[in-house]
């Protein structure tokens, strides 16, 4: 049968060794099995889930002319760092130019199968967030606006129907009745680049807001130690919120206390990586402005002072959020699957589970480093996974 076969490997979560089958592109069994040689430190977790990606190795998602080649080309990149699902992410731009990119967007989904294999949804990450300096990050000032239920549905239009996720700033004129449209129409409403108050907090969550984009970040360098987005959003137990654990944008110290606060099913891992990831270091032009990518990984707006997306593969954050947490491997993948595929209800996918599909990542992990061995998606082998 197609999209068959098995795999053997110690389990992600319970560190024993396991035979999974898959058949027809669905996970069939999972048998425990007597250790062996062979087996010794390779792991099988289930593909990691992406909540927000700007674009890889070259290839922006923003840019509408984007062929669907090229696209594929960033999800095979994307698949062999582990990442099985993702949610192209698009900010903040001119309202024509966010037309083209989700026409461009969903003629990719409707031409390439393995691309509408991977991606569950479009992620628009603005353009309704905060103006004030510091809270709306790298995103274009100009063209930052008040939330329309009009023009978003032009959006969603041009997109035929795939955007799943907005992030929007709870504080803007017109937000609350926004959040509550779009959470009739089922898409999950995050709360991110936004100066907003507790008070609005805790309004667009009771009218359905769940997530928390890269909470910590989309906020000012300087805040009032008292009243300032992100105690609210760590007190709200009914926000999830996304982390970016790439050693540049939150602080150990930072991801250790979001992970407690929030405890270890209800905080998510993204990478927010954007076209930059695996380019040489140097100064580029992004979003119209100036930025540098320094040998570290760090990507700088340095006349605005604030980061311009990151540059490293999701597992890094996996391997960081052990290292920084003292989370097991289990607790930390579970960040970037499990708790992904229930906040996003992606709910075919996510654990290693009969009946969920076959998206399975085979790999090691020395010193907090995830290196990806194999990948399959919807039972296929799909590459031979990174080289580190
Ligand atoms: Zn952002």
New binding site residues.
């Given amino acids: 049968m197609e999209r068959s076969g098995e795999v053997s490997a110690i389990h992600y979560e319970t560190g024993k060794p396991v035979r999974i089958k898959f058949r027809g592109g669905l996970i069939a069994s999972v048998n425990e099995i007597p250790m062996s040689e062979e087996l010794n430190d390779v792991f099988v977790a289930p593909g990691l889930i992406d909540n ?1 990606i700007n674009g890889y190795r070259g290839v922006d998602f923003s840019d509408p002319a984007a062929a669907t080649g090229k696209i594929r080309m960033a999800v095979d990149a994307i698949r062999a760092d582990g990442v099985t699902t993702f949610f192209p992410t698009v ?1 903040t731009g001119p309202h024509d130019k966010l037309v083209k990119v989700f026409r461009n967007l969903a003629r990719a989904l409707q031409e390439d199968e393995e691309v509408r294999t991977s991606v569950a949804g479009f992620h628009l ?2 353009p309704y967030i905060s103006p004030e300096t510091g809270y709306y ?3 274009p000032f100009e063209f930052i606006r008040k939330p329309s239920w009009d023009e978003f549905m032009q959006y969603q239009d041009a997109a035929a129907g795939n955007i799943r996720q907005v ?1 929007v700033c709870p504080g803007a004129e017109g937000a609350m009745d926004f959040i509550g449209r779009c959470v009739r129409q089922n898409i999950i409403v995050s709360i ?2 936004t100066n907003a108050s507790a008070d609005q907090i805790m309004e667009a969550a009771d009218r359905g807001a769940r997530l928390s ?2 909470l910590g ?2 906020c000012a360098n300087l805040i009032d130690r008292h009243r300032n987005p992100i105690w609210p959003q760590l007190a709200c137990d009914l926000l999830t919120p996304s982390i970016i654990a790439d050693g540049h944008h939150l602080l150990p110290e930072e991801v250790r206390v979001f992970c407690k606060v929030k405890g270890p099913r209800n905080i998510i891992l993204v990478s ?1 990586v954007t076209h930059f990831i695996g380019m040489d270091p140097g100064n580029y032009v992004f979003l119209g402005s100036d930025i540098v990518l320094s040998a570290d990984g760090l990507i700088k707006n340095p006349v605005l002072n604030c980061l311009a ?1 990151a540059s490293f593969p999701l597992r890094n954050g996996v391997g960081n959020v052990m290292k920084f947490t003292g989370y097991s491997m289990g607790e930390a993948i579970d960040l970037a699957t499990r708790n992904v595929s229930a906040a996003c209800r992606i709910t075919d996918r996510g654990s290693l589970e009969p009946g969920k599909r076959a998206d399975l990542i085979i790999f090691q992990m020395e010193d907090y480093r995830m290196s990806i061995k194999k990948v399959i998606v919807n039972g296929k082998d799909n590459s031979s996974g990174s080289k580190n």
């Fill in positions: 927000q900010i990450e603005g990050g790298c995103h992030t991110g680049h984009t890269h970040n989309g927010d997306g």
